[in-house]
């Protein structure tokens, strides 16, 4: 009985030391930036700063911090010291001048090849590498080469709202243009055809990518352990997602490359796995290839910074593959497709923006080829500004390669620290964007151009680290809008949310539920 008294109270010791301990290794960086004068918001334990996402949307915690701190304030990844940055020309001197330091993503190693291998987070060489085979895949030539396939996914959300317009039922946008983006995933990333609108059947594939897009618990859980035990966590390997689930999509996507292996040339695939097989094969398809000018690299940027690297020694293993076909998922589903509802969504509420949007399209009388959509300015400067608005991505991030002076600020920025990129409030800072709060195409039409001010746009990040998939997003949104606006009027009903409610504990920005009125033209 004594002895038991004993051991449970030295447990309870044990208990309580570790705890003291855990204590003060997570917030023994807590005065990092007191110490040095840089203002911010003050860290709990365990979340730093991170607590302001679950008492707001990520956006919202951003721009709050930059009203009350300025350009330049420090914040706390849970226990690591992160200075963030909302001056264009300093981001622009990491993003581009001093790309040679600020090469990589932050650390997200987690131990799993399907988190590890993926472009976003490889580092140094290995990304290097990686990218230089990724980037050709997304040239101009290969998007015209795929174009058909999204307008084929196109057709099928246009069925949908036909059916919708028909019976006067409201559009829940988020979910067509979720169930857009997914269908094109499937097509062109994993060579699937799946039933994706149907509002009374789930299908096994897009019951499994649910199963992957909900995991926002499974991401703050390996961000926290990424950041604050990164060896423990590359040691011990933490899956991104539920076995099951993997093995689905590992399976899926064995069988159809050893089915395509099989059919070797005989029948010709156009996709994007198609192009990850031949990227691992070398047997590059080049005939699709001529440059398109496509891509208006005066707001968005170039996707082709890496274009002379060697790729001679990147050999490209089958988790490379499977990682970069759930890269889709996590890159370009939910992203792609706010940018689409939010377009629909202004679009309802400017009536005269959208007669303007279908005149223009609609002189191209039916002909929305990739040369046509990249021909249509208007949709153009639709598209850049729902991007400025309503920015998917909050912020991004660079990591340190060597202690670097930051411009004249006095800041020595020391070797391994994570910089944040305040992209949401750049883009709504009233010193660049008169009217930030306000739609306004206008502002991105050539004839405005030149009032811009250079790197204050920055929804696809800058530089050579830039996002590799930008060609693939726009051609998706321009073949979508480009076909559904030419045969539906949107409308605001009364149950359009005017201003838009969104999400707190979320990494990009998601609005709550977006309804609005459709009718046929
Ligand atoms: C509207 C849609 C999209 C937006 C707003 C967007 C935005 C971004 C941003 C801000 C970054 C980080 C760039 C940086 O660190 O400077 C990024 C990276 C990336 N994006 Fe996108 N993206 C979109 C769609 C897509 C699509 C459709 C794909 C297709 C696969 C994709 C693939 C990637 C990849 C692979 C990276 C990592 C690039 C690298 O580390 O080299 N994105 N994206």
Request: glycine letters at 4%; aromatic letters at 12%.
């Given at each position: 009985?004594?002895?038991?008294?004993?051991f449970?109270?030295?447990?309870?010791?044990?208990f309580?030391?570790?705890?003291?301990a855990?204590?003060?290794?997570?917030?023994?960086n807590?005065?990092?930036?007191?110490?040095r004068?840089?203002?911010g918001?003050?860290?709990?334990?365990v979340?730093?700063?991170m607590w302001?996402?679950?008492?707001?949307?990520?956006h919202?915690a951003s721009?709050?911090?930059?009203k009350k701190?300025?350009?330049?304030?420090?914040?706390?990844?849970?226990?690591?010291p992160?200075?963030?940055?909302?001056?264009?020309?300093?981001?622009?001197?990491?993003?581009?001048?001093?790309?040679?330091?600020?090469?990589?993503?932050s650390?997200?190693?987690?131990?799993?090849?399907?988190?590890?291998?993926?472009?976003?987070?490889?580092?140094g060489?290995?990304?290097k590498?990686?990218?230089?085979?990724?980037?050709?895949?997304?040239?101009?030539g290969?998007?015209?080469?795929?174009?058909?396939?999204i307008t084929?996914?196109?057709?099928?959300?246009?069925?949908?709202?036909?059916t919708?317009?028909?019976?006067?039922?409201?559009?829940?946008v988020?979910?067509a243009?979720?169930?857009l983006?997914?269908?094109v995933?499937?097509?062109?990333?994993?060579?699937?055809?799946?039933d994706?609108?149907?509002d009374?059947?789930?299908?096994?594939?897009?019951?499994n990518a649910q199963?992957?897009?909900?995991?926002?618990?499974?991401l703050?859980f390996?961000?926290?352990?990424?950041?604050?035990?990164?060896?423990?966590?590359?040691?011990?390997?933490?899956?991104?997602?539920k076995?099951?689930?993997?093995?689905?999509?590992?399976?899926?996507?064995?069988?159809?490359?050893?089915?395509?292996?099989?059919?070797?040339?005989?029948v010709?695939?156009?996709?994007?796995?198609?192009?990850?097989i031949?990227?691992?094969?070398?047997?590059a398809?080049?005939?699709?290839?001529?440059?398109?000018d496509?891509?208006?690299?005066?707001?968005?940027?170039?996707?082709?910074?890496?274009?002379?690297?060697?790729?001679?020694?990147?050999?490209?293993?089958?988790?490379?593959?499977?990682?970069?076909?759930?890269?889709?998922?996590?890159?370009?589903?939910?992203?792609?497709?706010?940018l689409?509802?939010?377009?629909?969504?202004e679009?309802?509420?400017?009536?005269?923006?959208?007669?303007?949007l279908?005149?223009?399209?609609?002189?191209?009388?039916?002909?929305?080829?990739?040369?046509?959509?990249?021909?249509?300015?208007?949709?153009?400067a639709c598209?850049?500004?729902t991007?400025?608005?309503?920015?998917?991505?909050?912020?991004?991030?660079?990591i340190?390669l060597?202690d670097?002076?930051?411009?004249?600020?006095?800041?020595?920025?020391?070797?391994?620290?994570?910089?944040n990129?305040?992209?949401?409030?750049?883009?709504h800072s009233?010193?660049?964007y008169?009217?930030p709060?306000?739609?306004?195409?206008?502002?991105?039409?050539?004839?405005?151009?030149?009032?811009?001010v250079?790197?204050t746009?920055?929804?696809?990040g800058?530089?050579?680290?830039?996002?590799?998939?930008?060609?693939f997003?726009?051609?998706?949104?321009?073949?979508?809008?480009?076909?559904?606006?030419?045969?539906?009027?949107?409308?605001?009903?009364?149950?359009?949310?005017?201003?838009?409610?969104?999400?707190k504990?979320?990494?990009?920005l998601?609005?709550?539920?977006?309804?609005?009125?459709?009718?046929?033209r």
């Open positions: 009985m004594f002895l038991a008294a004993l449970s109270l030295n447990a309870l010791l044990a309580i030391a570790i705890l003291i855990l204590y003060f290794y997570l917030t023994k807590f005065n990092y930036w007191k110490d004068g840089i203002p918001p003050k860290p709990v334990v979340l730093g700063t302001e996402m679950f008492t707001k949307p990520i919202q721009f709050d911090n930059y701190y300025g350009k330049i304030y420090g914040e706390f990844g849970f226990s690591t992160v200075l963030t940055i909302a001056d264009p020309e300093l981001i622009k001197d990491i993003s581009i001048k001093d790309f040679h330091n600020f090469v990589d993503h650390d997200m190693k987690s131990g799993d090849p399907l988190n590890d291998r993926s472009l976003f987070n490889l580092m060489d290995e990304w590498a990686m990218r230089s085979v990724i980037s050709p895949t997304f040239s101009s290969k998007m015209r080469a795929m174009h058909p396939m084929d996914c196109v057709h099928r959300l246009d069925q949908y709202l036909e919708k317009a028909i019976n006067g039922d409201e559009l829940d988020k979910r243009m979720g169930n983006t997914m269908d995933i499937a097509s062109c990333a994993f060579g699937t055809q799946i994706v609108h149907n009374n059947k789930t299908n096994e594939f897009v019951a199963q992957v897009l909900r995991g926002n618990w499974r703050w390996m961000f926290l352990m990424t950041t604050t035990f990164p060896k423990l966590t590359e040691k011990i390997g933490i899956s991104t997602m076995p099951s689930v993997e093995h689905f999509f590992r399976s899926a996507i064995s069988s159809i490359i050893s089915k395509r292996r099989s059919q070797r040339n005989s010709k695939h156009r996709d994007y796995l198609q192009l990850m031949n990227a691992q094969n070398r047997s398809d080049n005939s699709e290839d001529q440059d398109i496509d891509l208006n690299e005066h707001i968005f940027g170039t996707t082709d910074a890496l274009k002379d690297q060697k790729t001679a020694n990147v050999v490209i293993t089958d988790d490379d593959m499977l990682a970069t076909s759930f890269l889709f998922f996590v890159a370009g589903y939910e992203t792609t497709a706010t689409l509802s939010f377009l629909t969504y679009l309802s509420l400017k009536e005269k923006c959208q007669q303007r279908y005149e223009e399209i609609n002189a191209f009388d039916g002909n929305y080829s990739y040369e046509s959509i990249a021909r249509m300015p208007y949709l153009e598209i850049a500004e991007l400025r608005l309503y920015n998917p991505i909050a912020a991004t991030s660079r340190a060597d670097y002076k930051l411009g004249n600020t006095g800041l020595t920025i020391p070797k391994g620290m994570m910089i990129f305040d992209v949401h409030s750049v883009h009233p010193e660049y008169p009217n709060d306000v739609w306004d195409p206008e502002r991105f039409l050539p004839e405005n151009r030149d009032q811009l250079p790197y746009y920055l929804p696809f800058l530089g050579p680290r830039n996002c590799v998939g930008m060609r997003a726009l051609m998706e949104a321009k073949t979508a809008v480009a076909h559904l606006i030419t045969k539906y009027r949107f409308k605001r009903t009364a149950n359009t949310a005017v201003p838009l409610k969104y999400k504990f979320e990494f990009l998601t609005p709550e539920a977006i309804q609005i009125g459709v009718e046929k």
